[in-house]
């Protein structure tokens, strides 16, 4: 099974930050990874797909870049809804493993 | 609008079943992939199972911590998913969310999910 690393696990930002969050796989996926973020009490939403390609409606302060085994999430400026938890999820098989989580939270 | 809303979580004990069930409306249901993912409290998300339908007939695809244990199935008449959860142990307490393939694999819509307490 393919195994995914985020890191940090937890970061403190300030609204206004540039934040990036790493996650890496134990072997190559090529793109198929997946960002969402997720708030207390609600379902998961897709943010990014196919390693950088944004979803509808998301805002365009949120990009991702990567393939193989290294990408990253970046929020250019960090917004006060934009406290949450993020996940990476690798789609190149199955099972179609998450990472760990990272949780922004206000500083 | 997809919509997709999970039913029958609850208490049970240890060794129990349970049977999960997710209503999809406002997407071409037979022609997606659909997955169930949860979360136990406090905890990250946890993939569990996947299920295409194909050709040949469904194709499923397990967790290996649920493997022998849980079975996906769906109903494409009804646009209904289930999962079928067998000798069910105290780390399988989770809310459990169903949800759909989008682009690219990703998982674009999700249901609120319903809450499964393994307990004595």
């Known amino acids: 099974d393919i195994q995914l690393t985020q890191s940090p696990s937890f970061m403190s930002a300030s609204v206004g930050d540039r934040v990036t969050i790493t996650c890496r796989a134990s072997?190559?996926?090529?793109?198929?990874l997946a960002w969402y973020q997720q708030k207390p009490g609600k379902a998961p939403k897709l943010l990014i797909y196919?390693?950088?390609t944004l979803q509808s409606g998301v805002p365009s302060r949120f990009s991702g870049s990567g393939s193989g085994t290294e990408f990253t999430l970046t929020i250019s400026s960090l917004q006060p809804e934009d406290f949450a938890t993020y996940y990476c999820?690798?789609?190149?098989?199955?099972?179609?493993?998450f990472g760990g989580g990272t949780k922004v939270e206000i500083k | 609008e997809v919509q997709l809303l999970e039913s029958g979580g609850g208490l049970v004990q240890p060794g129990g079943s349970l049977r999960l069930s997710c209503a999809a409306s406002?997407?071409?249901?037979?022609?997606?992939?659909m997955s169930w993912v949860r979360q136990a409290p406090g905890k990250g998300l946890e993939w569990v199972s996947a299920?295409?339908?194909?050709?040949?007939?469904?194709?499923?695809y397990y967790a290996d911590s649920v493997k022998g244990r849980f079975i996906i199935s769906r109903d494409n008449s009804k646009n209904t998913l289930y999962l079928q959860m067998n000798s069910l142990r105290a780390e399988d307490t989770a809310v459990y969310s169903c949800?759909?393939?989008?682009?690219?694999?990703?998982?674009?819509?999700w249901g609120q999910g319903t809450l499964v307490t393994v307990s004595s």
């Open positions: 406002g997407f071409s249901f037979s022609n997606n992939v």
């Open positions: 196919a390693a950088s």
């Open positions: 949800a759909k393939d989008g682009a690219e694999r990703a998982l674009d819509n």
């Open positions: 299920i295409s339908t194909t050709a040949s007939g469904d194709v499923t």
């Open positions: 072997q190559g996926i090529s793109s198929y």
């Open positions: 999820q690798q789609l190149n098989s199955y099972p179609k493993t």
